[in-house]
Structures are given as C-alpha cells and as structure tokens.
C-alpha cells in the first residue's frame, strides 16, 4: 500500500504567521508552489494559498442592503464580506491564512489523501506526526507523478 510517507514532499518551504503577505507571494513565485503551511515553534498553525493572496487584487464588492425602520439588514452575506475585507487589508500572512487546515498522518493511503482532496476541493495535504509537527506535504501533484510512474 502506498503511503503519504512514500509519496510526501519532506524539504516543505513554510512561513511563520509574522511573515509579510508580499513575502509569502514572493516565496509561492520564486518556488513555483501554491501554498505554503504556515509554522510557528514547529507547529503547523495554518495555511497561506494563493486563493488567500489573489483576494488582495479583487474588488470588493459591499453587500446590498435595505434600511428598515432605522435598521440594517442585509440582502447578502455581511459575514463574507467582513471575511473578505480582513483578508484584503492583510499585511501579515497571520491575518489571511486558513487556521482549520486538514492534516493527515504519514501512514494515510494514497486512495484516501486523493478522496480528501477531491470532496474537499483542496490541493494540499500537511503530513503531520502525533504532536503536531509538520514532516511533509503532499500535493495533487505528488499523486499525479505516482500515477504516472506506477506500472
């Protein structure tokens, strides 16, 4: 059985949360990679995408919204918006990072990294051990190279 272990990136470029969005871009550029688990005293903590970044150059849209008897209420989610200002207004990676990453655990099969990343729509996988501590990532692309290779 194939295993994250076997398939895992293990030299995983990170960032720490005090780490400059412009840096993190810098990093995803210069490396060709489109995320970067963010680490802080060898604890993964959260996740930099460059879904995360991008939202920097979009323009925001501010939800439409009735004025009823002297109140407020809105035709569109405030919620995302107040999500999506947070992130566009980001200088440190610590403010547009996901925090509720999905790890796995290096014995995890390949058929069940690769069914994570499809129900969940996401394209990286932090391999952490029992405390916590980032030892590999696997990509859709780690999965893709093992297809190609396997006989």
Same mark, same amino acid.
């Given at each position: 059985m ?8 293990t ?20 490396h ?22 991008i939202?920097k150059?979009k ?13 407020? @209420? ?29 790890? @796995?655990?290096p014995?995890?099969? @390949?058929e069940?990294?690769?069914t ?26 780690n ?5 190609a290779i396997?006989?």
């Amino acid at each position: 059985m194939i295993t994250a272990k076997d398939i895992m990136t293990t030299n995983v470029i990170t960032v720490d949360p005090d780490t400059s969005v412009k840096e993190a871009a810098n990093l995803m550029s210069e490396h060709k990679i489109s995320g970067l688990p963010v680490v802080k005293d060898n604890q993964l903590v959260g996740i930099v995408t460059e879904n995360d970044l991008i939202i920097k150059d979009k323009k925001l849209h501010f939800p439409e919204y009735i004025n009823v008897i002297g109140g407020i @209420i809105y035709l569109e989610s405030y919620k995302k918006f107040k999500e999506e200002f947070k992130k566009f207004a980001a200088v440190k990676v610590k403010e547009l990072m996901t925090e509720d990453v999905i790890t @796995i655990k290096p014995n995890q099969s @390949i058929e069940n990294m690769a069914t994570i990343m499809h129900q969940k729509d996401i394209n990286r996988l932090p391999v952490v051990d029992n405390e916590g501590e980032l030892i590999g990532i696997v990509t859709r692309g780690n999965i893709v190279k093992h297809i190609a290779i396997e006989d």
